[in-house]
């Protein structure tokens, strides 16, 4: 699984190991940055009984993840679950983004669960079976009249999840889409920051728009039932398992109630498709421009 150096990672990783898994738990700069939640994360494996191996993958590299996938295959036979979860919130106006920001956050944030996801897939298309968690947000399917780089990211996550999911399921493999609300971790003091100041600026309005309001009586929510949430997925038996979860209870508001309507939207248009009425495939005839009329 992508992504444990801190927040909802390194607790899926515990949670999951806890309950008897072989996780492969991997983050970035093992050896200089992180080397402190690597060692904790060992130490609290070792302690447990439980079975943690720490490497090393930056999910925008090819030849990164597939040096890791391919350390994880020598290790282990079989792959039971690969959680998505590495990603990067962003901050700032559209515009003020340079376009090199925009394609790395895609880069990481959208390709790179897809990039892992093409390194275990043969393993899992072979073994008929496995589970492949996308974690994305809430943002990533409504947008409260606001939007941005970062929900941009997750919209496109969440299309390239479910094209997976219609995809491998003739192979045995599940796909799961894991929407977390909002949630206290590290990710809003990693976020990407948009490059141009001065545009940044001539949005400062943006400032004054009504945010929500943080109640300090209420106990932040817990970023465990994000964990939780993954765990119920993969101990589901395959075939049973939903496609989308929505996670948490701040910022989540409706969304599930979204994807029950949008799965009944999908299913129509799926069984429109197979009336031949409304064939989607057109002869060169019917497809052709209508001529124009030629003058008197
Ligand atoms: N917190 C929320 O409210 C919330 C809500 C909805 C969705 N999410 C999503 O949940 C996921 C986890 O976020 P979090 O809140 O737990 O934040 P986090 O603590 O910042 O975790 C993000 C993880 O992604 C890793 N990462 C970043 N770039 C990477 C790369 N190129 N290759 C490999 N790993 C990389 C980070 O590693 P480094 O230590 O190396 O930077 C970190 O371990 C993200 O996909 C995020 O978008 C979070």
Redesign the pocket.
């Known amino acids: 699984m992508?992504?444990?150096?801190?927040?909802?990672?390194?607790l899926i990783a515990r949670t999951l190991a806890r309950d008897g898994h072989h996780v492969f738990a991997?983050?970035?700069?093992v050896g200089s940055?992180?080397a402190g939640?690597a060692s904790a994360l060992r130490a609290w494996a070792t302690e447990l009984g439980a079975r943690i191996d720490v490497l090393e993958?930056?999910?925008?590299s090819d030849s990164s993840v597939h040096a890791a996938a391919d350390e994880m295959l020598r290790q282990a036979a079989r792959i039971v679950v690969l959680v998505n979860?590495?990603?990067?919130?962003a901050s700032g106006p559209l515009e003020a983004f340079s376009l090199e920001q925009v394609e790395a956050l895609f880069g990481?944030?959208a390709f790179?669960p897809l990039r892992v996801s093409a390194a275990v897939l043969p393993t899992m298309r072979g073994q008929r079976s496995g589970l492949i968690v996308f974690?994305?947000?809430?943002?990533g399917r409504v947008l409260p009249r606001r939007g941005g780089l970062?929900a941009s990211t997750?919209w496109a996550l969440e299309g390239l999840a479910e094209s997976l999911h219609y995809e491998v399921v003739r192979f045995g493999i599940d796909v799961a889409i894991v929407?977390?609300?909002?949630?206290?971790?590290?990710?809003?003091s990693?976020a990407m920051q948009a490059q141009r100041a001065h545009i940044v600026a001539a949005y400062s309005d943006r400032a004054a728009q009504p945010r929500r309001v943080v109640d300090p009586a209420r106990a932040p929510p817990d970023?465990q039932e994000?964990a939780d949430a993954i765990k119920v997925l993969v101990d589901l038996p395959h075939g049973q398992r939903p496609l989308r979860t929505v996670a948490g209870a701040v910022f989540t508001e409706g969304v599930a109630e979204y994807n029950a309507a949008y799965e009944r939207t999908r299913d129509h248009l799926a069984a429109v498709l197979q009336r031949p009425d409304q064939a989607m495939t057109w002869t060169p005839a019917q497809a052709a421009p209508p001529r124009r009329q030629s003058g008197p």
């Open positions: 992508t992504g444990c150096s801190s927040g909802f990672g390194e991997t983050m970035r700069e940055r992180n939640h993958p930056d999910v925008t979860n590495a990603g990067v919130a990481l944030n790179g974690v994305t947000s809430t943002l970062y997750k929407e977390p609300g909002s949630f206290p971790t590290p990710a809003t990693k970023p994000v």
